[in-house]
């Protein structure tokens, strides 16, 4: 037994069981922790006997709308308790979850309404404009508005507006508050979900084209939510921070999953924001999260030195591979030993993580850090361009198979026929190779290869050489065209605040660590990078800036 399987075999003595469902793992755990807090959010602590009583109530009222076992409920919020309320009542009724980034908008969200056939959407007030702009054009039978305040009268936030008013302005949407009153008292029939049924829709970013939903079925989150809880060994003396999107793969299942499974508290912040973050740690006694790199970035460089943060030591990152660089600068300046996480949409999140014993190892060609080495039951492959298998310690396109793997995109036969083949190995799209212990590194993503006179460069390695450098907050590397190499490297930075240096130091700063082709002949300090909703940079954007 190698270092890593020891350090892991121990948490594994009692797989869970694969034949329930997340309906059951929540009726389980309400039953079992009902006076205990499942959420808090501003100055509201909400015990699970709350939630559950709220989606007994909301998946009547869903009923009344007209849903069915297989219809689809669209929700379009922040991280706010609704959401875990909605999703409960869903299932309850055999509906499938539809996960709508808030920070869409027309284009977007018409695509995935009428993808979904979504007959009911859950949604903001702020974002009611945005729905009115599609919602003839989509399947949608009801719109029932809800704002944060109807959970948590007072958040302390004022970046959240009170639209309440107006919302009710508008006759033919149906408010949360007037929904869950028509319907107090009322419980479904009971339902019995089948561990194959879809849970929740997660759609694609879209960056090969228009987003894709990905099934993610019953059994995949009880086994993702399993693989979490277990392997970070939570128990009641946990609290969990949400500090990814409830939209986002992430969110869902390292963060509702995960309180769903385990009955810790989850801690919810509307939107994200490093002080917020910060705050609710020293305030809740956080212990577990999982965030992005730019996440953990943001709150390095908004702490002050203030604040408890003890307690915060179950900590992982995943969405992007973590830079060495970030790891130690997250240990120097915040006490955090920042773990690694890696997962896809597909995958339910996790395939690999870090065990919590063991320190990953460097890379000493590429710089890279390990990610993790795979968790039960997951598979890995490596190929090349022709889909034989690279010898060990050879970059290919990373594999995926295992009880997390989704069966495919909804209603999308052939897209899923070329991304899971018929003995259900997924193609993640990343380059990556598997060393002689089993540790996982990741490169890079497959199209974000640049070519400089025949030169392989990729972006990451130019991007952990900037996270070097003192001054650099963010860096994100594109290749872009270039007379003579055919493609040169080009990389965009932010810098920490108080910070100064201009292109030529950090070019300079490159040159010295990295081969002749790989540094960067541009770049360009900008006061932010542009991300998604999850905080993943997107390299995308700056390439469509390029001229």
Not at 71 to 97: E, F, M, R
Not at 248 to 260: D, E, R
Request: aromatic share 6%; proline share 6%.
């Amino acid at each position: 037994m190698s270092d890593v399987d020891g350090a892991v075999a121990h948490r594994w003595d009692t797989p869970d069981d694969p034949a329930r469902t997340m309906l059951d793992v929540w009726l389980a755990t309400a039953l079992r922790c009902a006076d205990q807090p499942a959420v808090i959010f501003g100055d509201r602590t909400i015990s699970f006997a709350e939630i559950d009583r709220l989606s007994d109530v909301l998946a009547v009222g869903l009923q009344a709308q007209g849903m069915a076992v297989g219809d689809s409920l669209g929700v379009y919020l922040q991280n706010d308790p609704q959401w875990v309320v909605a999703l409960v009542a869903a299932w309850k009724i055999g509906a499938v979850t539809v996960a709508i980034n808030p920070m869409y908008r027309e284009r977007e969200l018409e695509h995935i309404l009428e993808d979904s056939r979504a007959k009911v959407l859950i949604c903001l007030n702020e974002l009611v404009d945005v729905v009115e702009q599609v919602r003839d054009r989509t399947c949608l039978r009801r719109v029932i508005t809800t704002h944060p305040g109807d959970i948590s009268p007072s958040l302390g936030d004022d970046a959240i507006s009170d639209d309440r008013a107006e919302r009710r302005r508008r006759a033919d949407h149906l408010a949360w508050t007037d929904l869950l009153a028509l319907y107090e008292g009322h419980t479904p029939a009971p339902f019995v979900a089948s561990p194959e049924h879809v849970a929740v829709l997660t759609y694609t970013s879209g960056t090969t084209g228009a987003s894709k939903g990905a099934m993610n079925l019953h059994r995949n989150m009880v086994h993702s939510a399993w693989v979490y809880s277990s392997w970070f060994d939570l128990d009641d003396s946990d609290v969990v921070l949400g500090m990814a999107p409830l939209f986002h793969i992430t969110g869902m299942v390292a963060g509702v999953a995960v309180m769903m499974h385990s009955g810790v508290p989850l801690v919810l912040l509307h939107r994200f924001s490093a002080l917020a973050a910060l705050s609710a740690i020293a305030r809740t006694k956080a212990t577990f999260a999982v965030g992005t790199s730019t996440a953990f970035i943001a709150m390095i460089d908004a702490h002050d030195g203030q604040g408890d943060l003890s307690s915060f030591r179950k900590v992982a990152s995943g969405g992007a591979p973590l830079s060495p660089a970030l790891v130690a600068r997250a240990q120097d300046e915040l006490g955090l030993n920042i773990s690694g996480v890696y997962g896809l949409t597909e995958t339910t999140s996790p395939t690999h993580l870090t065990p919590r014993e063991a320190n990953p190892p460097i890379d000493p060609t590429s710089g890279a850090l390990a990610v993790g080495v795979p968790v039960p039951g997951a598979e890995v492959r490596i190929v090349g361009d022709n889909g034989a298998e690279t010898p060990t310690g050879e970059p290919g396109e990373i594999l995926l198979r295992g009880p997390m793997v989704v069966p495919g995109y909804w209603n999308l036969p052939d897209e899923t026929a070329r991304t899971i083949d018929e003995n259900g190995w997924f193609r993640s799209g990343d380059i990556g190779f598997v060393d002689v212990s089993g540790w996982l590194f990741v490169v890079d993503r497959k199209k974000d290869l640049i070519n400089a006179g025949g030169y392989k460069v990729w972006p990451r390695e130019v991007e952990d050489t900037l996270y070097e450098h003192p001054a650099v907050s963010e860096a994100a590397v594109i290749g872009i065209p270039d007379e003579y190499r055919g493609e040169t490297v080009k990389a965009f930075v932010s810098l920490r605040p108080g910070s100064a240096v201009d292109a030529a130091a950090l070019v300079d700063h490159c040159r010295s660590r990295l081969a002749a082709y790989k540094y960067p002949r541009h770049i360009d300090i900008l006061d932010e990078l542009p991300k998604n909703a999850a905080g993943k940079i997107l390299r995308r954007e700056l390439r469509h800036a390029e001229p």
